[in-house]
């Protein structure tokens, strides 16, 4: 059944995480009629809880600076990596290398940071729907003109001249466009919790991300330090290793390798596990097209990166502010037509594969950054940059040219022709 209360809309949002509800603050913004359509109710549970300090201008545009200043979530002002050896790395500090407001951020539960990014839409003018299932994207020919969702239990028509997808891990559009691919070389899983009382850094470092080897180097470890005394605390590693052989019971895993890396089984000596243990399929993916004729693609919809470098919520933020953007144009021209709404595509993809590199590089066995960066000192700051998600520029392919000289790093991303 059409839905004749939405007769008239710029654009339909499949999603209203991080990706969607910046993609619908800005259109709201620009004067463009938005509906979000959220299949939860927020707040609601979600991994992916630290952030790169390159988010502070998307969040500045946005106006969410001042309610993220003003929240008790901890400010991230460093990253830290400990390696298989137990020696801890000095901390990357953000501040050393710029020392601005826009080098710190924060360490966010996704619960609260999620639901104050979608009532900010709101809050622009972005209309959003809460439980409401969207269950296709309706075609023209090769154009998006709508979707069909369950509202309120009834399946309703909805239809827009422009369609978003921002529906995360579910690649609702890739998938039933036949574009979703794994990234056969980045396959991961993660086990992972929140403990209380962990032992946390002191000073500047109280905030940072820790990143800690496996001895075996068959895994690493993540500590993100959260809200009245928590960490979240997982390990990442492929499948084959973190659950052949060992049963069915995910917790025990988690804590045979806690036990198994003295750095991490320091930290919780003292804490109280305080939630459930959790598993998921960190797998590598991305779609084979990001826009086609009246649709666009963004956030996890689009792509996931393995999580090692935090950078899932910066590409998000930016994917949707690009996309917003182009949206915007495209309909002022009366012409939202694939062409048209990648034109962010390459300057997107280009940040996304400076990151992807590195992720490479992190899991190659033959490389060490402290030996790389030994003897190429004058790339620190440019691997500081990819840390911070100062990624969108041409300045750091000098980076990686030198460090292909050492390692094989994969090709830049491709898309197919729309």
Same mark, same amino acid.
């Given at each position: 059944?059409?839905?004749?209360?939405?007769?008239?809309?710029?654009? &339909?949002? +499949?999603?209203?995480?991080?990706?969607?509800?910046?993609?619908?603050?800005?259109?709201?913004?620009?004067?463009?009629?938005?509906?979000? =359509?959220?299949?939860?109710?927020?707040?609601?549970?979600?991994?992916?809880?630290?952030?790169?300090?390159?988010?502070?201008?998307?969040?500045?545009?946005?106006?969410?600076?001042?309610?993220?200043?003003?929240?008790?979530?901890?400010?991230?002002?460093?990253?830290?990596? &400990?390696?298989?050896?137990?020696?801890?790395?000095?901390?990357?500090?953000?501040?050393?290398?710029?020392?601005?407001?826009?080098?710190?951020?924060?360490?966010?539960?996704?619960?609260?940071?999620?639901?104050?990014?979608?009532?900010?839409?709101?809050?622009?003018?972005?209309?959003?729907?809460?439980?409401?299932?969207?269950?296709?994207?309706?075609?023209?020919?090769?154009?998006?003109?709508?979707?069909?969702?369950?509202?309120?239990?009834?399946?309703?028509? *909805?239809?827009?001249?422009? &369609?978003?997808?921002?529906?995360?891990?579910?690649?609702?559009?890739?998938?039933?466009?036949?574009?979703?691919?794994?990234?056969?070389?980045?396959?991961?899983?993660?086990?992972?919790?929140?403990?209380?009382?962990?032992?946390?850094?002191?000073?500047?470092?109280?905030?940072?991300? *820790?990143?800690?080897?496996?001895?075996?180097?068959?895994?690493? !470890?993540?500590?993100?330090?959260?809200?009245?005394?928590?960490?979240?605390?997982?390990?990442?590693?492929?499948?084959?290793?973190? !659950?052949?052989?060992?049963?069915?019971?995910? =917790?025990?895993?988690?804590?045979?390798? +806690?036990?198994?890396?003295?750095? @991490?089984?320091?930290?919780?000596?003292?804490?109280?596990? &305080?939630?459930?243990?959790?598993?998921?399929?960190?797998?590598?993916?991305?779609?084979?097209? @990001?826009?086609?004729?009246?649709?666009?693609? *963004?956030?996890?919809?689009?792509?996931?990166?393995?999580?090692?470098?935090?950078?899932?919520?910066?590409?998000?933020?930016?994917?949707?502010?690009?996309?917003?953007?182009?949206?915007?144009?495209?309909?002022?021209?009366?012409?939202?037509?694939?062409?048209?709404?990648?034109?962010?595509?390459?300057?997107?993809?280009?940040?996304?594969? @400076?990151?992807?590199?590195?992720?490479?590089?992190?899991?190659?066995?033959?490389?060490?950054?402290?030996?790389?960066?030994?003897?190429?000192?004058?790339?620190?700051?440019?691997?500081?940059?990819?840390?911070?998600?100062?990624?969108?520029?041409?300045?750091?392919?000098?980076?990686?040219?030198?460090?292909?000289?050492? +390692?094989?790093?994969?090709?830049?991303?491709?898309?197919?022709?729309?």
């Amino acid at each position: 059944m059409l839905n004749e209360k939405y007769t008239s809309l710029d654009c &339909v949002i +499949i999603g209203g995480g991080p990706a969607g509800a910046t993609a619908a603050t800005v259109l709201a913004d620009h004067g463009r009629k938005t509906l979000v =359509l959220e299949q939860s109710q927020f707040p609601r549970y979600h991994i992916g809880e630290s952030l790169m300090p390159q988010t502070f201008h998307t969040f500045s545009r946005i106006g969410m600076l001042d309610k993220l200043r003003a929240s008790d979530f901890p400010r991230k002002e460093s990253v830290q990596f &400990v390696n298989a050896f137990g020696k801890q790395s000095k901390p990357f500090y953000f501040t050393d290398r710029d020392p601005n407001d826009w080098s710190i951020t924060w360490q966010v539960p996704r619960d609260r940071f999620d639901k104050m990014m979608l009532d900010n839409a709101r809050e622009h003018g972005a209309e959003v729907i809460e439980g409401a299932r969207v269950t296709e994207v309706m075609f023209d020919g090769a154009k998006a003109i709508g979707i069909k969702a369950l509202v309120d239990g009834e399946e309703t028509a *909805i239809p827009s001249r422009v &369609v978003i997808d921002a529906s995360g891990h579910g690649t609702l559009l890739a998938r039933q466009l036949g574009l979703y691919q794994l990234d056969p070389d980045l396959r991961n899983a993660a086990i992972y919790s929140y403990y209380q009382g962990a032992k946390h850094d002191e000073g500047r470092n109280a905030g940072a991300t *820790i990143i800690i080897h496996t001895p075996d180097r068959n895994g690493w !470890f993540w500590f993100i330090p959260l809200p009245n005394d928590v960490a979240s605390i997982g390990v990442v590693a492929p499948p084959e290793y973190l !659950f052949t052989g060992r049963g069915n019971d995910p =917790l025990a895993t988690l804590e045979e390798e +806690i036990a198994k890396c003295p750095n @991490m089984a320091t930290r919780i000596a003292d804490a109280q596990r &305080v939630s459930p243990c959790r598993v998921t399929k960190d797998f590598s993916y991305r779609s084979r097209q @990001m826009a086609g004729d009246g649709w666009i693609l *963004i956030g996890d919809a689009f792509g996931f990166l393995d999580p090692i470098y935090s950078s899932g919520i910066m590409l998000a933020l930016k994917g949707g502010e690009f996309a917003a953007d182009a949206i915007h144009e495209a309909l002022k021209t009366g012409n939202p037509s694939a062409d048209r709404l990648s034109e962010f595509a390459p300057k997107f993809l280009s940040g996304m594969h @400076m990151i992807r590199q590195l992720l490479y590089a992190f899991y190659n066995p033959d490389f060490s950054f402290a030996e790389f960066t030994k003897s190429y000192p004058q790339f620190n700051d440019a691997i500081v940059r990819v840390l911070i998600g100062d990624v969108f520029n041409d300045d750091l392919h000098e980076l990686f040219s030198h460090m292909s000289r050492r +390692i094989p790093l994969p090709a830049p991303i491709q898309l197919e022709e729309v």
